[in-house]
């Protein structure tokens, strides 16, 4: 809203994690209700499900300079990472990892060791990944009744892989949204189809900006 006050507007909009709600909003695909009611609860469960966790289960995540593809034999390697899922297909050899907190340290500080990129993010929880999924029950009840809205400018999905919502599509409802909690983001995908459609110059809106360093 404030860079629409100075005439501001995206050609497009795409989304990485909680961004694909605000990118709903963005493109028209969300009333501000809806958007606030979606991220309030989301965040709100994520919070409460990392209090109730003893110490040794919390969660954590981490952008790390290691291929998504090698993941699984790493860890069947190195059972010390055991846990670690990819959470974000974020860019070519980067990924962000969810896991046990203790797990992901230590993959971030092995990587560091190795002069790699590593970094813990500051969110709460493991999220898009298999600790999330105790709260998808009462995030779809806190949700159900949310109005997607047609689209007012295209949106290139992180969630649906490979998949463009020209203007005019409905597509926010609550399956949507869960999806968009539990399952992988596929920003490298989206990213690439916005470079494909002739978009060069990105914008990236965040308190904790990642998304753009696996395009550097």
């Known amino acids: 809203d404030l860079l629409a006050s100075f005439g501001v507007k995206p050609a497009a909009v795409m989304g990485m994690s909680m961004g694909e709600i605000a990118a709903a909003y963005a493109a028209g695909g969300l009333s501000d209700r809806d958007t606030m009611l979606i991220a309030s609860h989301r965040s709100r469960l994520m919070g409460e499900g990392e209090k109730s966790l003893a110490e040794d289960q919390l969660g954590a995540m981490a952008v790390v300079e290691f291929a998504a593809a090698d993941l699984d034999k790493f860890i069947e390697e190195n059972p010390e990472y055991k846990g670690i899922e990819p959470a974000v297909y974020a860019g070519p050899g980067m990924t962000t990892v969810g896991g ?93 189809a916005a470079f494909a459609a002739g978009h060069n110059t990105l914008v990236e809106i965040s308190p904790n900006p990642v998304a753009l360093m696996g395009m550097m």
């Not at 790699?116 to 009462?138: I, M």
């Open 100 to 192: 046990p907190r203790d797990a992901v340290v230590q993959f971030v500080e092995k990587l560091e060791s190795e002069d790699k990129f590593a970094r813990l993010l500051n969110v709460k929880g493991a999220g898009h990944t298999s600790a999330v999924e105790p709260l998808l029950g009462e995030l779809a009840g806190e949700i159900a009744g949310i109005e997607p809205l047609p689209l007012q400018i295209p949106l290139f999905s992180s969630v649906d892989q490979g998949v463009t919502y020209p203007v005019g599509a409905v597509v926010h409802d609550a399956d949507y949204m869960l999806r968009c909690t539990r399952q992988s983001v596929y920003f490298q995908d989206s990213t690439e």
